[in-house]
């Protein structure tokens, strides 16, 4: 059974940092890529970023470019979101998702419960 | 805004069958990509329930179902139930190298 479990999140200041964890079960975790997807509260999902399988290939929505860094960490089977240089509208219940392969373009098969982050002083 | 267009909320009566439409571009789904959709109930995370347009993975009953046509894409609930009331979210890839969403659909079981 696949699961996929988030942690590490909660309230920062904004300009603040924060690292999200995924720890993820029940599959091969190096054949699959893996996203996180977020939701601000009342809204919509938008699409954050996806690792490759192999870790080789990242992407990024443009709103968080430059400020959020995906990886992972086959020996643990744990997927990460390191954020920087938070801001408000970076507050929203992240999920961990795993793809239903190893293509951007695959859809997302299974999603954590959600971490949420609150960015707010 | 999102990047596919879907309407805001769609409702209907029990046993009826409702459509909600996603619209994209020449980028995303016009280009070929797949459409895939979710469902996520009130306080859960979302449900994968249909891939590549139109194929529903084990365990999603045969009343949803999925469509594909130029740059748009539908999913039809038949036979509505008052549990299918929930936010559907179409998904696809645009050629831009990213996973692209719909603002989602809030269907009421009247």
């Known amino acids: 059974e696949v699961q996929l479990l988030e942690s590490g999140g909660g309230l920062v200041q904004p300009g603040g940092s924060l690292r999200l964890s995924c720890a993820a079960s029940?599959?091969?975790?190096?054949?699959?890529?893996l996203s996180w997807v977020r939701q601000a509260p009342g809204k919509g999902l938008e699409w954050v970023s996806t690792?490759?399988?192999?870790?080789?290939?990242?992407y990024y929505a443009d709103s968080v470019k430059g400020r959020f860094t995906v990886s992972g960490d086959n020996s643990r089977n744990t997927l990460y979101l390191e954020m920087n240089s938070l801001r408000v509208e970076d507050t929203a219940v992240y999920y961990c998702?795993?793809?239903?392969?190893?293509?951007?373009?695959?859809?997302?098969?299974?999603w954590g419960q959600g971490a949420l982050v609150t960015v707010s002083s | 805004q999102s990047v596919l267009t879907q309407p805001p909320s769609v409702s209907g009566a029990p046993g009826q069958r409702v459509t909600i439409s996603c619209t994209g571009s020449?980028?995303?789904?016009?280009?070929?990509?797949?459409v895939h959709w979710y469902q996520q109930l009130p306080g859960t995370a979302p449900k994968f329930i249909i891939s590549?347009?139109?194929n529903r993975p084990s365990g999603v009953r045969d009343r949803f179902s999925g469509s594909k046509s130029g740059t748009s894409a539908t999913l039809a609930i038949s036979g509505l139930q008052a549990e299918d009331e929930a936010d559907y979210y179409c998904?696809?890839?645009?050629?831009?190298?990213?996973?692209?969403f719909g603002g989602g659909t809030k269907l009421t079981v009247l």
């Open positions: 590549g347009n139109t």
């Open positions: 690792i490759s399988g192999s870790g080789v290939s990242t």
């Open positions: 998702a795993k793809d239903g392969g190893d293509l951007l373009t695959g859809p997302l098969e299974y």
């Open positions: 020449s980028s995303n789904i016009g280009a070929g990509y797949d």
């Open positions: 029940g599959f091969t975790f190096n054949s699959y890529a």
């Open positions: 998904q696809s890839y645009d050629s831009s190298l990213r996973k692209v």
